[in-house]
């Protein structure tokens, strides 16, 4: 499917360092629009305002954002390896699994339900990828050249 990626064992610990880095970057960055916004008026307090809440919030997502991670590569891995083959059918299982697995401890119709959000939003980030890859696709199709006429 994707020969770009790490084998197997590797994969998860990359996934999880990317989830990681990405929930971090996105929490400083969302984190700092509100500390800004909801600290006291004066430029000095709301830097002060904007960086604690950056420095409070932003590793927390990142670590939210890390565990989804390894736990979709884990599961992700395997199923890839019952299975015996690499396909999107693993990535979609595997949301679903993940889902329902981080809402465990939520009890059994919380588990249903994220194991059903996780399942329909790998599907479409799946679907979307399998579309982008055949538009691509299409403009390196060989054309038949057009040859003039010999008359």
Not at 78 to 95: F, M, V
Not at 104 to 114: K, P, V, Y
């Amino acid at each position: 499917m994707d020969d770009l990626r790490e084998p197997c064992p590797y994969r998860i610990t990359d996934d999880c360092g990317g989830a990681f880095t990405m929930g971090c970057l996105g929490g400083a960055v969302f984190s700092a629009v509100k500390g800004f916004r909801l600290a006291p008026p004066g430029l000095k307090s709301r830097l002060l305002g904007m960086t604690t809440s950056v420095k409070v919030k932003a590793p927390v997502l990142g670590g939210n954002f890390g565990t989804w991670g390894l736990t979709f590569a884990a599961c992700d891995c395997t199923l890839i390896y019952l299975r015996n083959k690499e396909d999107h059918w693993n990535s979609i299982c595997a949301g679903a699994a993940t889902g329902g697995i981080l809402s465990m401890r939520s009890g059994g119709q919380a588990m249903l339900t994220s194991a059903i959000i996780g399942g329909v939003l790998l599907a479409m980030i799946e679907g979307i990828s399998i579309a982008m890859t055949r538009l691509g696709a299409e403009q390196f199709k060989p054309v038949m050249p057009t040859l003039p006429d010999a008359a």
